[in-house]
């Protein structure tokens, strides 16, 4: 059996899979469901002490869509775009003393962990809130500088506003490092000009690792209506952006080999060895859970020991930052001579003329018998294997 172990911020993990900061994690009793389904951790909705970041979460509102723009009505694609507003905790920060420590004793009893989002409104507030998270049993503290509503709230001078300067947002996790002893891990904005340059200022402030990384924010259009969906600007992530997401773990891994949680853009189990590959530890997955449930959480943590023990890997270890390491550096190392050129088998090819019309280096024409090759066009491109639908192309090495 293969082991799904892993070490993070110091703390054992049974598996890589945790749930982030959302819904799913605003109480009590919906912590210990993440816990009883699997979960190696669940970090709770963040708390606050911002009034309006509070009021928004009892403002909720949801907009699921699917791959034209339309409200999936129950019908859950692959690559859903979750498009929401919602804020921090609806739940006061101090009146989370109690259920903090009780959820974490029974994240314990389970070989878990409980994990406390922060996001507060001035540098004071934020070690304040964090203190009492450790005092209250907790191993690990997210300060969630990704939080895309911040910037359209009056008074939520957090989230985004500070995890797009990296002097702010090293400011902000150096009060917290000194305010507490356990680890800081720091949840970041896409919306940063560089994620990488902001993992770097946090680093250095004293991070133990990021999470890479929050959603952006969108707007969203019903057409048929010519109005904006649920009336204006929103948060916007899902599966369709794990390839912007990995793209930052895979720098951040690469450049300055911190650790990583992987979130934003991780559906299944599929998507969970994307990210464990391109060099994150632990996954925070959200969204999709409030689409599927939580017993989502079982059948992720199920496909992940499916693929290593067929791939013949001992442990996750195994297959962590293996893409990442197998990456070029440059897209100048990238460009090498190309050694191959597409060759059409006429027997598979039943003249649909994808390969032709996606051709635009001249190598593939139209001819009255099929296709014809002109193989001193060719660059080896792939785009004609990737639009053939009947496995009629192959590539062959240069003369």
Known sequence: MADLGVEFCGLYFKNPIIVSSIEPTNSLERLKSCIDNGAAGAVVKTLTDIPSMVTLTKHSKYAILNETGEIIKGKIPRNFVFYSRSGFSSTPYGEWEKDLGAAQVYAAKNNAHIIASIGAGSPETWALISKMAEDCG??????????????????????????????????VVGRVVAAVKIPVLVKLTPEAANLTDVAASVKQAGASAVTVNSRFTGFAVDIE?????????AGVGGPWIKYVTLRWVHDIYSRLGMAIAGSNGIFDWRDAIAFIMSGARIMQVGSVLMLKGYEWLGQMIQGIEAFLEEHGYGSIGDIYGMASRNAAGSYDQQFVEQSLHAVVDDEACTRCWNCVHSCFYDALGRGEEGVIQHLENCIGCELCFNVCPFDAIAFAPNA
């Open 225 to 233: 209506t010519g109005k904006p969906l649920i009336g204006g600007p």
């Open 138 to 171: 907790v191993p690990l503290v997210e300060l969630n500088l990704g939080c895309p509503h911040t910037s359209h709230m009056s008074g939520a001078k957090t989230g985004v506003r500070i995890g797009q300067v990296p002097e702010l947002a090293a400011e």
